[in-house]
């Protein structure tokens, strides 16, 4: 199985992902520093929003075999800067989370276009709460 590293902005969902795909139950928490398990390293969503934790994201990505890059239905705000892709060395997908939350389809769309313009080569849709969409995610840490 691929080891991800999930990078987000506080609240977009990344722990409450870790926990679904470790089939844990899902408690909010607040990642106060990096999580390592098996398969997933859990950032803090301040590593994204403060550019001076750039250098903590490059050199945990070291231990990743992939980066997922998370965006919220429900944040309005541009988290990634264009081409943030390119501060890793491994290959880049990204998750838009909450999709039970998005009105309508312009907010999936929304965040589809800013992990396009991250850099993002392959967009997954989930919901964790609902178990939506995180077996095609899943299946695609499974292959080789």
Same mark, same amino acid.
């Given at each position: 199985?691929?080891?991800?590293?999930?990078?987000? /902005?506080?609240?977009?969902?990344?722990?409450?992902?870790?926990?679904?795909?470790? !089939?844990?139950?899902?408690?909010?928490?607040?990642? +106060?520093?990096?999580? *390592?398990?098996?398969?997933?390293?859990?950032?803090? !969503?301040?590593?994204?929003?403060?550019?001076?934790?750039?250098?903590?994201?490059?050199?945990?990505?070291? @231990?990743?075999?992939?980066?997922?890059?998370? &965006? /919220?239905?429900?944040?309005?705000? +541009? =988290?990634?800067?264009?081409? *943030?892709?390119?501060? *890793? =060395?491994?290959?880049? %997908?990204? %998750?838009? =989370?909450?999709?039970?939350?998005?009105?309508?389809?312009?907010?999936?769309?929304?965040?589809?276009? +800013?992990?396009?313009?991250?850099?993002?080569? +392959?967009? *997954? @849709?989930? /919901?964790? &709460?609902?178990?939506? !969409?995180?077996?095609?995610?899943?299946?695609?840490?499974?292959?080789?």
């Amino acid at each position: 199985m691929k080891k991800i590293m999930f990078v987000g /902005s506080v609240g977009v969902g990344k722990t409450t992902l870790t926990q679904r795909l470790k !089939g844990l139950e899902l408690n909010y928490y607040k990642t +106060q520093a990096i999580q *390592f398990y098996d398969a997933i390293i859990d950032t803090p !969503g301040e590593f994204l929003q403060h550019r001076k934790y750039y250098n903590a994201l490059t050199v945990t990505a070291a @231990e990743a075999d992939v980066i997922g890059l998370l &965006v /919220s239905v429900v944040d309005t705000m +541009q =988290t990634f800067p264009q081409g *943030f892709s390119s501060l *890793f =060395t491994k290959p880049v %997908v990204g %998750v838009i =989370t909450k999709i039970d939350m998005a009105e309508d389809d312009s907010k999936i769309d929304r965040a589809r276009q +800013q992990l396009k313009q991250a850099g993002a080569l +392959q967009i *997954f @849709e989930i /919901s964790a &709460v609902e178990n939506k !969409g995180i077996a095609a995610l899943e299946e695609y840490l499974r292959e080789e």
